[in-house]
């Protein structure tokens, strides 16, 4: 069965390392996205990314990096982490298709605490 | 760009209660709607979805209407139990692949006995 995983499960990290965590999803979706969740925020959008080489900022990207380099993985960089980075991230995928859109599949999160 | 407001939470409810969580939104165009839950230390998955207007998505007892009108697609259960516990997200997405997918802030549900 296709599927959406994220590495590690848990991680914790001091302030001022750089953090990778990974993203791989075999559904061969074009469309990848980074959500951290925070109390009270809810989900917001960090990365976006729409197929191979192409990555966008959402509406919290400072701090955070992505690239893009096949269409199965997109890993998020933290370049310095920052206590204010802790938080549980989640990775999603969806299909690039005119009409109605398709559902959106959620890997099962990355609680990364920065000390 | 597009947007959502849900109910704030949490909201509370004894088992067989009735559920409303209220949801509306703003988007360019003609959105599909959905209603993604997270049960606790998961990641979000998808509940039920209507692609165009006066469509009644349904899944687990859940339903929500697609209301073009009042911008709308309110999540409703007429009986609820403990396991429904979790978040819900409501969120309209456009078709193609110019879409953010953007969420609210979720409604968190505890139902107890």
């Known amino acids: 069965d296709a599927e959406i995983t994220q590495s590690p499960r848990h991680k914790i990290t001091e302030t001022g390392r750089q953090v990778t965590l990974a993203c791989h999803q075999t559904?061969?979706?074009?469309?990848m996205f980074w959500y951290r969740q925070d109390l009270g925020h809810g989900l917001r959008l960090i990365h976006y990314?729409?197929?191979?080489?192409?990555?966008n900022k959402g509406e919290v990207s400072d701090g955070y990096s992505v690239s893009r380099s096949n269409t199965e993985d997109l890993p998020l960089t933290l370049e310095s982490a920052a206590s204010s980075q802790t938080s549980v991230y989640f990775c999603?995928?969806?299909?690039?298709?005119?009409?109605?859109?398709?559902?959106?599949?959620f890997g099962q999160g990355t609680r990364l605490t920065v000390v | 760009g597009d947007s959502v407001t849900q109910m704030e939470g949490p909201v509370t409810l004894s088992e067989e209660a009735f559920l409303t969580i209220n949801c509306t939104y703003t988007a360019t165009g003609y959105p599909s709607l959905f209603w993604y839950v997270q049960y606790p230390g998961e990641g979000l998955q998808l509940l039920l979805k209507?692609?165009?207007?006066?469509d009644k998505g349904s899944n687990k007892g859940f339903e929500a209407t697609y209301r073009k009108e009042t911008t709308s697609f309110h999540l409703e259960k007429g009986s609820v139990q403990v396991s429904d516990s979790a978040v819900y997200f409501c969120?309209?997405?456009?078709?193609?692949?110019?879409?953010?997918?953007?969420f609210g802030t979720g409604t968190q549900l505890k139902v107890e006995l």
């Open positions: 559904w061969n979706h074009n469309n």
């Open positions: 209507a692609t165009k207007a006066d």
């Open positions: 990314s729409y197929g191979v080489q192409d990555t």
């Open positions: 999603a995928s969806s299909e690039s298709v005119e009409g109605p859109w398709t559902e959106a599949f």
């Open positions: 969120a309209p997405h456009l078709g193609g692949g110019g879409n953010k997918l953007t």
